[in-house]
């Protein structure tokens, strides 16, 4: 197996992060583990999107947010140019239980960089790119009948490749936050869902960064359940879903720190830390190369 097919499908697991960078951040209490053993896959059936919000539904995603940020919605805005680091177990494409870290640095909404790193017969690590002029991977696919170059030269995106790591950006985007509370995100109700033992409300929700979202909400503290959207596995598009189980206060705001990553009911990966350092500022150039 080569090395971009070793570590491509990491580049399509999700997670991330928050405010103030913390090498151990407190953990929440949350409810009990999920079952594991009841674990489907989810189908997605969006109703049309509306022109506005329905009143009680963005009520419901206003004590959302004010849930994740005491009230500090201003805090989601420096996490549109920041830098995070997870680490965990990627089970896709391989042997379950592969330890992974994944590096990403954004600067929304035109560039971002995304590192994994995973320990599969040795370490295998791939880099891509997006900015508004170049898309880049590093390393190019080598060629398995010859030696791996000294000094790999990064290769650009391919048509597909380019839209799996631009919706792999979209994905970082929502789980910071901030794009739920963009002027131009709309919701609407959605069915009320039992997720693990937790009784969640249900949001359909379109932002700019993600077109649909299924979110479901803890109703005991307006806390994030579970994320529901199209993803892409293998150059396809698949519903995933992101279910968290702790949470980690950074800097005040509050997001995942132990969460799952599914797709067709089977577990991608499973992320354990978080670091964050949020409202920085990039050079343009830094997103040119790995």
Known sequence: MTALRRTFPAMLLLACAILGCKP????????????????????????????????????????????????????????KSVSFTRNGLINADGPPGRTSVQTIDVDWPARYKYRTEIQFDGLAVFQAGLTPTENWRYPAEPDPSKPPPEKPEKQKLDGEVTLTVRRQMQEDALFLLFPFADPLTVVLPAEDATIGDKACFGLHVWTPALEYVLVHVEKANSMLVRYAFKGRERRSEVVKELVFEEFGDFGGVKLGTKIYLRAVGTDLASWRSLTVTAGKTFEPKYFDNP
Request: aromatic share 0%.
């Open 24 to 79: 151990e951040p407190k953990t929440l209490p949350t409810a009990k583990p999920m079952d594991e053993t009841k674990v489907v896959a989810l189908e997605l059936k969006p109703p049309a999107k509306p022109e506005k919000s329905d009143p009680e539904a963005r009520k419901k995603l206003d004590a959302v947010l004010a849930a994740h940020t005491g009230g500090k919605l201003e805090l989601l805005q420096k996490l």
